[in-house]
């Protein structure tokens, strides 16, 4: 079983290019969230998606897009990226949208340089 | 605003309890969470809390006071492999989680 799956799980990126974070999960949940975590913050959320067909802005949303055309496929996608977007990307899914355990995939590590 | 507090660092030995205090101030309360983080790895669930009072599951144990604002996690009979940042987390009245920037917790033998 394998869970939530992010690609790549680290990535060196030049200022102004574009990046799509890709995360996939096979356990049907309908909920699936993208969360930073930088050193001293708490995850913050980028964006989310309730269930297929629909997302909706988190915390942290300028410079970030989502979509989800399936239950399984959540990408983060970075027009063009900036340092500040240096972080560690972590997708996270759940069978509820209503207080429902969060797991996450293993992480991106993006450097943007 | 919404605020979530823990300490930034704790330091335990092996085999003793350590308490991790995490207090809140949200718009609206619907359940905390309890994440343990290692280095360099995803954040696991730990515990949920919806209700007043304890909740244990093993060597883990979380406490819920929704008048106060506050919970607590303890670890029992600390091992090395708990060495990790644990992640108190608040879902607010519209069901967004709101996390707090973790505990690191190291354990010397």
């Known amino acids: 079983i394998a869970g939530i799956t992010q690609a790549p799980t680290s990535q060196i990126l030049a200022a102004g290019r574009r990046m799509t974070l890709r995360c996939t999960q096979d356990m049907r949940h309908n909920a699936m969230y993208w969360y930073r975590q930088d050193l001293g913050l708490g995850l913050r959320l980028i964006h989310y998606s309730n269930t297929a067909g629909t997302t909706g802005k988190g915390e942290v949303p300028d410079g970030y897009s989502v979509s989800r055309a399936n239950t399984d496929d959540f990408p983060l996608t970075l027009a063009s990226a900036v340092p500040s977007q240096t972080s560690v990307y972590f997708c996270?899914?759940?069978?509820?949208?209503?207080?429902?355990?969060?797991?996450f995939g293993e992480g991106s590590r993006l450097t943007v340089l | 605003g919404q605020n979530i507090d823990q300490p930034t660092e704790m330091t335990a030995t092996e085999g003793a309890i350590v308490q991790i205090n995490c207090t809140y101030q949200?718009?609206?309360?619907?359940?905390l969470f309890w994440y343990q983080q290692h280095a360099g790895e995803a954040p696991t669930f730990l515990s949920y809390?919806?209700l007043d009072g304890l909740e244990e599951k093993g060597r883990f144990s979380s406490f819920l006071s929704r008048s106060k604002g506050y919970s607590y996690l303890l670890l029992k009979e600390l091992q090395m492999k708990d060495s990790a940042s644990y992640l108190c987390a608040v879902m607010d009245s519209n069901y967004q989680l709101i996390w707090g920037a973790g505990t690191k917790l190291i354990i010397k033998p």
């Open positions: 996270a899914s759940s069978d509820s949208t209503a207080g429902g355990e969060l797991f």
């Open positions: 809390n919806v």
């Open positions: 949200t718009s609206g309360f619907n359940g």
